[in-house]
C-alpha cells in the first residue's frame, strides 16, 4: 500500500513528482485552501487567478494540473477541489478532506511521490487526509496481465498505472503524538478496508467459502485474533440448517467462521455478523443475465465483519469484538434446496423456503442465533441483503435497520460522522403476515412492497431477547458499478467498515450504553 509520511518541511524543498494543494469554491470565484500558502506565494499570490484561466472552480473532486513554480524541487502542481469555502471560523470537514485527498490520489495513479499540501488543523484533519489518500490510491489488478512474464503477475499491470507509491503531508508534525495516532489508525482501517475491497473485487472462482475462511485465518493469526471454523460437517452436527440449506447446491462446501478479539473480560462485547455468499447465483429461483453479472460482491458484509474484527485488533481497541462470517455459495444443482423445501434453522425454527435466491437472511439467521447466545451488548449484521433497499436508498446509502431506536440512531451519527451515507428504516410489524407460512413457522419471502423492510424483520426473529441489534443493508453503496469518485473505486467499496470500527471505539470509549 501507499507509504505515508508526516513532514513539516516547506513545499518548495520537496523532492516530489508533485505537489498537491486544495482549492475551494468561493463567492468569486476559486480560492486557495490554508497549507497552501507558500505555493501560492510562489506564484507571486496569483495561484487562484491562474486555476480560474484554467477553467477551475474548486468544485468537489475537481483536479487541475499546471506547472510548478520556479525554485520548486517538483516539476508538477496538482489543484484538488475541496468543495464550497467553509462557514467563517469553522474548518474543513473530515469527509470534505477525506475525498479531496482521495480525488488527487486517485489521479496520480502512476506517480511515485505526492507531497499533500492540504489545510491541516488537528489531528482529526491529518487521519482524514491520510485515510483518504490510502483509500484512493487503491487499485485491483491482480488479475491484468503485466506484459511481462518474468515479474510477478498483477505489478504493474500493462496500460493500468501502479498507485501512488508514496503520500508526504505537509503541515503535520512528525513528532506530535496525536498526528502520528491519527496516521497509525488511519493506515491500520485503510489497510484493512482495502483488503476487504481485494476480497469483494476477487472472482468466484477463485473465492469460494473455505479459500474466505483460509484468508480469515492467516490474519487472525497475524494480528493475534482467535479463530474458529465450522466446516460442513461441524454444521451439520450443530444443526445450522439455514447455512448448509444455502450452500446445499454448491460444490464448495459452506463454512461459519467465528473471529475473536479480546481486549478482557469485563469489557464491553460486540458482535458483528456478516453476509457472506461468495456468488449469488439465485439457486434454483436462479437470477436473470443482467442480475448477476455483479452477484461476487455478496460476501461484502463478511468481508467488512472480517476487515473490522482484524482493525480493533491491530489498535488494540479496549472492547471485545466478536466477527461471525457466514460463508456459503448459492448455486443451483440436484442437491441444491428447492422453493418448497422446510429448513429446520440453528434456533429450532422451521422456514418454508419460497425462494431460494432470498438466501442471504437464512445464512445470517444461524449466524445471529449463534452469535446471540454469547450475549453480546450489542449485535450488527452487515448484508447485501435486498435490491429493494438499493431501489429506496440507491447506490451510495445504507438502510439501518434495529430493534431499538436509541441503538439505530448511533449508528445512523456514527456512520454520518466517519463519511459513510446511510438512513434509518423502520420494521413495521404489519408486514410480518406476509411472511406466514402454511407449513412451517415462517417463510423466507413476504410482501414485494418494502422488500428491504420484510427481509429485516426477518432477521429480527432470530436475535436473543433482550440484545441490541442492527442491520446495515448495504446492498446498494456495497459494490461501485459507476465511475470512482473521492475516494471510492470502481467495483468492492469497504462500504461499512469504518462505521463498524467506529463503532467499537465509541464502545471502548465507554459513549455507548
Ligand atoms: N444478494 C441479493 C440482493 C442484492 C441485489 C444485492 C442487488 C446487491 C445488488 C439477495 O440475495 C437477493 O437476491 N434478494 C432478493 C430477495 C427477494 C427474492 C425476496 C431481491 O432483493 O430481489
Ligand atoms: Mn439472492
Ligand atoms: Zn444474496
Known amino acids: 500500500m501507499t507509504a505515508l509520511t508526516l513532514s ?46 484554467l477553467g477551475a472552480a474548486g468544485a468537489e473532486g475537481e483536479v487541475t494540473k499546471l506547472p510548478a513554480p520556479s525554485g520548486f524541487k517538483a516539476p508538477l502542481v496538482l489543484a484538488v477541489g475541496l468543495g464550497a469555502v467553509p462557514e467563517k471560523d469553522s474548518g474543513y470537514d473530515a469527509e470534505a478532506l477525506r475525498r479531496a485527498a482521495g480525488a488527487a490520489a486517485r489521479a496520480l495513479a502512476g506517480s511515485k511521490k505526492a507531497a499533500f499540501a492540504l489545510p491541516i488543523e488537528d489531528a482529526a484533519d491529518t487521519g482524514a487526509i491520510a485515510e483518504g489518500a490510502l483509500l484512493g490510491a487503491y487499485s485491483f489488478d491482480a488479475y491484468k496481465d503485466n506484459g511481462d512474464d518474468t515479474a510477478a503477475k498483477g505489478k504493474g499491470a500493462k496500460g493500468a498505472k501502479a498507485p501512488l507509491a508514496e503520500v508526504a503531508l505537509l503541515g503535520a508534525k512528525s513528532r506530535d503524538k496525536a498526528h ?9 482501517v485503510a489497510e484493512e478496508l482495502n483488503r476487504a475491497r481485494d476480497l469483494v473485487n476477487t472472482p468466484p472462482n477463485d473465492l469460494n467459502p473455505e479459500a474466505f475462511a483460509a484468508v480469515a485465518t492467516a490474519a487472525a493469526k497475524e494480528h493475534g ?66 442480475h448477476n453479472e455483479t452477484m ?25 469484538v466478536t466477527g461471525w462470517l457466514a460463508l456459503a455459495e448459492n448455486m443451483p444443482s440436484g442437491s441444491a434446496t428447492r422453493p418448497g423445501d422446510v429448513l429446520r434453522m440453528y434456533s429450532g425454527k422451521t422456514v418454508e423456503v419460497l425462494n431460494t435466491d432470498a438466501e442471504g437472511r437464512l445464512v445470517l439467521a444461524d449466524a445471529l442465533t449463534r452469535a446471540s447466545e454469547e450475549k453480546p451488548d450489542a449485535i450488527v449484521d452487515v448484508a447485501t441483503l435486498t435490491g429493494a433497499m438499493m431501489m429506496a436508498l440507491g447506490g451510495r446509502t445504507f438502510g439501518i435497520m434495529a430493534n431499538d431506536d436509541a441503538f439505530r440512531t448511533s449508528v445512523h451519527e456514527i456512520a454520518e460522522e466517519v463519511g459513510e451515507p446511510s438512513w434509518p428504516m423502520p420494521l413495521p410489524e404489519h408486514l410480518r403476515k406476509g411472511m ?15 422488500g428491504g423492510l420484510v427481509a429485516g424483520l426477518f432477521l429480527k426473529e432470530f436475535v436473543g431477547e433482550g440484545i441490541a441489534w442492527a442491520h446495515l443493508d448495504i446492498a446498494g453503496p456495497a459494490y461501485n458499478e ?32
Not at 235 to 252: D, F, H, N, Q
Not at 436 to 450: F, K, V, W
Open 8 to 53: 513539516t518541511a516547506a513545499a518548495s524543498g520537496q523532492r516530489a513528482d508533485v505537489i498537491v494543494v486544495g482549492v475551494a469554491k468561493g463567492a468569486k470565484g476559486p480560492v486557495v485552501a490554508p497549507g497552501a500558502e507558500s505555493v501560492d506565494k510562489a506564484y507571486d499570490g496569483k495561484l487562484a487567478s491562474v486555476l480560474e484561466t
Open 180 to 188: 502520528k495516532a491519527a496516521v497509525e489508525r488511519a493506515t491500520a
Open 225 to 290: 485474533v482467535k479463530i474458529q471454523v465450522l466446516d460442513e460437517k461441524a454444521l451439520a452436527k450443530g444443526g445450522y440448517g439455514g447455512i448448509l440449506g444455502v450452500g446445499a447446491g454448491s460444490e464448495a462446501p459452506p463454512r461459519l467462521v467465528k473471529l475473536s478479539y479480546s481486549a478482557g473480560k469485563a469489557k464491553k462485547h460486540l458482535a458483528f455478523v456478516g453476509k457472506g455468499i461468495t456468488y449469488d447465483s439465485g439457486g434454483i429461483s436462479l437470477k436473470p443475465a443482467g
Open 296 to 320: 461476487k460482491c455478496d460476501m461484502a458484509g463478511a468481508a467488512a465483519v472480517f476487515a473490522a474484527v482484524i482493525t480493533a485488533a491491530r489498535l488494540g481497541l479496549d472492547v471485545n
Open 436 to 450: 406466514d407460512s402454511p407449513t412451517a413457522d415462517i417463510a423466507n419471502m413476504g410482501e414485494r412492497m418494502g
Open 482 to 513: 459507476s465511475a470512482p469518485f473521492g475516494y471510492t473505486p470502481k467495483g468492492g467499496t469497504g462500504s461499512a467498515v469504518r462505521t463498524l470500527v467506529r463503532l467499537a471505539e465509541r464502545t471502548a470509549a465507554g459513549d455507548l450504553g
